[in-house]
Nanobody, 119 residues
Framework: QVHLVESGGGLVQPGGSLRLSCAAS????????MKWYRQAPGKERELVAR????????TYTDSVKGRFTISRDNAKNTVYLQMNSLKLEDTAVYYC????????????WGQGTQVTVSS
């Protein structure tokens, strides 16, 4: 059974930091690219960051470049999102996503973790 379990969300002041984790089980983690998405109230879900299966290639949406870092530990089946210099507009539910790099394409989602940036 596939599980993606996010943790590390919470309430933080502007300028603060949080580190999200997503623990995966039930599939071959090293064969999947991993992504972090977020969805703010009243807005569409947006892709925040992506990391390839080996961990050597990362991409970010423009609004988080230089502030967020995605990484993964394939030995621990875990992907991380280090979020620094948090802004009010980073407030959202953050979701972990796994997508296979080989066919057939399979995709899995976590349940989400709330990040609230507020003074």
């Amino acid at each position: 059974q596939v599980h993606l379990v996010e943790s590390g969300g919470g309430l933080v002041q502007p300028g603060g930091s949080l580190r999200l984790s997503c623990a995966a089980s039930g599939f071959i983690f090293s064969s999947y690219a991993m992504k972090w998405y977020r969805q703010a109230p009243g807005k569409e879900r947006e892709l925040v960051a992506r990391i390839n299966s080996a961990g050597g290639t990362t991409t970010y949406t423009d609004s988080v470049k230089g502030r967020f870092t995605i990484s993964r530990d394939n030995a621990k089946n875990t992907v991380y999102l280090q979020m620094n210099s948090l802004k009010l507009e980073d407030t959202a539910v953050y979701y972990c996503n796994a997508i296979s790099v080989r066919v057939p394409v399979r995709e899995y989602w976590g349940q989400g973790t709330q990040v609230t940036v507020s003074s």
